[in-house]
């Protein structure tokens, strides 16, 4: 596939706009289809929902956990709320605490968009030393979401089994994957009907307004991972004062929403897999795929070649293949398991492996129903096919793991029915105080959007997970990161902030794990809860 590519970009035009080193195109200067830009400055009627009616839940986890549930009517379209409206699912798990040292709700969001976050009031016990005993913790599914209704879908087994290759070495596979584009698209304007057009970020925001006056709080503290911090951003700017305490993990920068950061995201895909490799490599005694990170790497691209031809119990093919292993360049966990996958697979052509870390059927689509519906409408996105084949090309020639399954996840957005709008310019200098968490290199959101984001909140405090790959790791066993998330949900109370552009807090990042055999594999698991790896962060694609 690296000679391919080089041979790809000397067939291609040399007129295509370069934005950067990484030659993508802007889709702002891009012929498209979309409206005009929803302007955020136009006056929104106040929409006051009714009090929650809370009772059982369904699910067993929030059951076990002595969770309430409900559901919060909000309108479907905040311009006109006397219109139709929808209900988004909502769970709670009360303090602990004496109703005197009560600190009020503390809303969680796993991110995505699309991952859904009603498990997550349970994420009060994964804060160590009590750190969250003093609020009701909230999960909630966004609209589009889950347990949400409407709940979109749209062809569910779209992610499956038997896909074509993600790199379109042929002129066949390129236009199989722009039509199944297009028929997914297509298939969510059939299924969302009028929601499809009220999926911004801005109107989730206003949702999570709903839901705190439907808690009857002054206040809400939030607690974001991933795309759950850019609501968060979000919702301080069209909320100001509405924020108590807050914690984005993970951190997007606010500049860099839709097209352009979605294509630079593949330069950290890149060097998290050379990192994985290198792991591989550095235990070559229990794996044997290689001694140097160059030889499982070939060994990686090898595999994945020879599964065109063959798939891997008829159902792992490339594409597959790439999707298993895409988790390693996201974060530490599960290392392991991938890697045990990869050496059952090479050794022994055991396919069940790679099938139980794949999944399996009955797929289901929500998820990424509902991160296109956000992510291809909260900013103009690039709407010229052939523009976009040469950039992918062109980020592919230096970033080959992960583009085309990049590009492919979010290839319905060049269809997209439902039209964008504008970013809103993020303003956090109303909140009076912020933790930031990010990882040196995290490869789904940059570390300099960490940056970005402590500069547009400056109240707030940027702890740097020095070297590390994982994305959105915290409470994850690391004292360091950790003991400040338990004091400043405590006490309020932050490190100081340091003079300068770069981080405030240096600390260890979430540790790589270190197998003890191959027969073992996971007696040697990273020192964090089992019940914070079943809530592993969906990740912002």
Not at 162 to 184: A, C, D, G, H
Not at 196 to 210: G, K, V, Y
Not at 252 to 277: A, C, L, T
Not at 486 to 513: F, H, I, N, W
Request: aromatic fraction near 12%.
């Amino acid at each position: 596939m690296f000679a391919l590519a080089g041979l790809v970009l000397l067939i291609l035009s040399s007129n295509t706009v370069l934005a950067d080193e990484w030659g993508f195109s802007d889709p702002t200067s891009a012929p498209s289809g979309a409206a005009d830009p929803v302007l955020t400055s136009d006056p929104i009627p106040e929409f006051n929902p009714q009090p929650i009616n809370w009772s059982t839940c369904s699910i067993p986890l929030l059951i076990e956990a002595g969770a309430e549930c409900g559901f919060v009517r909000v309108p479907l379209d905040y311009s006109n709320p006397g219109g139709r409206t929808i209900s988004l699912a909502v769970s709670r798990i009360r303090h602990k605490s004496p109703d005197s040292e009560y600190q009020g709700p503390m809303l969680v969001n796993p991110g995505g968009p699309g991952g859904s976050g009603l498990v997550y009031a349970i994420f009060n016990q994964i804060v160590p030393n009590g750190g969250g005993d003093d609020y009701d913790w909230i999960g909630f599914d966004t609209r589009g979401v889950g347990a949400s209704r409407p709940s979109l879908s749209c062809i569910p087994d779209f992610d499956g089994y038997q896909r074509p290759s993600y790199v379109p070495m042929t002129r066949r596979i390129e236009q199989t994957w722009l039509q199944r584009s297009k028929q997914y698209a297509n298939a969510c304007e059939d299924n969302a009907g009028e929601l499809l057009a009220h999926m911004t970020t801005i109107e989730i925001a206003r949702d999570l307004e709903s839901i705190r006056r439907a808690l009857g709080a002054e206040q809400i503290n939030y607690y974001g991972f991933s795309y759950g911090t850019y609501l968060g951003q979000v919702y301080a700017t069209l909320f100001p004062g509405r924020l108590r305490r807050v914690v984005f993990d993970g951190v997007v920068n606010p500049d860099q929403v839709g097209y352009r950061s979605n294509m630079q995201q593949n330069r950290g895909f890149e060097h998290n897999i050379k990192v994985y490799f290198d792991w591989i490599a550095k235990y070559d005694a229990i794996y044997h795929l290689g001694k140097t990170r160059r030889a499982v790497e070939l060994r990686y691209y090898g595999e994945q070649a020879r599964l065109l031809r063959e798939p891997a119990g008829g159902i792992i093919g490339p594409a597959e293949w790439n999707d298993i292993f895409l988790s390693a360049s996201y974060f530490v966990y599960g290392w392991e398991e991938v890697a045990d996958a990869f050496a059952a697979w090479v050794h022994d052509r055991r396919w069940t492996p790679l099938r139980d870390l794949f999944g399996s059927p009955p797929f289901q689509d929500n998820g990424h129903a509902v991160y296109l519906a956000v992510s291809c409408t909260d900013a103009k996105w690039m709407s010229d096919t052939t523009r976009y084949l040469k950039d992918n090309w062109r980020v592919f020639a230096k970033a080959p793991f992960a583009t085309w399954n990049n590009a492919w996840f979010n290839g319905p957005c060049l269809y997209w029915p439902a039209d964008s709008t504008r970013p809103i310019a993020v303003d956090g200098r109303q909140v009076d105080s912020a933790l930031l968490i990010s990882e040196t290199h995290d490869a789904a959101t940059a570390f300099s959007g960490a940056l970005r984001v402590r500069e547009l909140f400056p109240t707030s405090v940027l702890i740097e997970g020095v070297g590390g790959t994982t994305h959105s790791g915290s409470l994850s066993g690391v004292e360091c990161t950790d003991s400040l998330i338990v004091e400043y949900l405590k006490t309020g109370a932050l490190p100081a902030r340091t003079p300068g552009q770069g981080s405030d807090v240096q600390c260890d990042p979430v540790p790589q794990p270190v197998p003890s055999s191959a027969a073992d594999l996971r007696s040697a698991h990273l020192p964090v809860s089992d019940l914070r790896i079943e809530l592993a962060v969906p990740i912002m694609r």
